[in-house]
């Protein structure tokens, strides 16, 4: 779910700023495994060093984390890389220049938090990501997977949330 980049594209947020829905976050790093590395759990420390900062913090890194210009393709492990994950945060005002989170990134501060989150999403069987749910229920976008685009996303969740 990328909430801050489909404000950026589509012009709302209002729904889960007004509290219509909540958002709720399910990181896993089945990647790392996959592919015997410790990039998408340096991503998901960071992301909670971000949280720590703000909602706001949290929900426009993530956004940039994920965005096409920053997100490394699965056979690169640039996450792994303090420097990038710093880099990155540079686009997002609440964190640039922020010393607490730059040194909470640099020393793991929220490696026990990711940890947790990583356990949560195992234990949630979710099958693949990005995956939507709302009520519990899994919502589809136009293609019948999880909404892909901002459009998608919002037309999804207008739909299953009704008027």
Do not use: C
Request: charged share 25%; glycine share 8%.
């Amino acid at each position: 779910m990328r909430p801050v980049r489909a404000k950026r594209r589509v012009g709302s947020s209002k729904g889960y700023r007004d509290g219509r829905y909540r958002l709720s976050f399910n990181f896993g790093d089945f990647l790392d495994a996959r592919f015997g590395r410790h990039g998408s759990h340096r991503a998901l420390e960071a992301l909670g060093a971000a949280l720590n900062v703000s909602q706001d913090a949290f929900l426009e890194y993530h956004a940039e984390l994920y965005s096409k210009e920053n997100h490394p393709s699965e056979e690169k492990d640039r996450f792994n890389s303090t420097s990038y994950l710093l880099k990155i945060a540079e686009k997002v005002p609440a964190l640039k220049g922020n010393a607490k989170f730059e040194t909470a990134v640099k020393e793991d501060t929220f490696a026990t938090w990711a940890n947790r989150m990583v356990e949560k999403f195992n234990a949630s069987k979710i099958a693949g990501a990005p995956t939507l749910k709302y009520n519990g229920q899994n919502v589809a976008g136009s293609s019948s997977t999880a909404p892909m685009t901002p459009q998608d996303f919002i037309q999804a969740l207008n739909a299953a949330s009704g008027p």
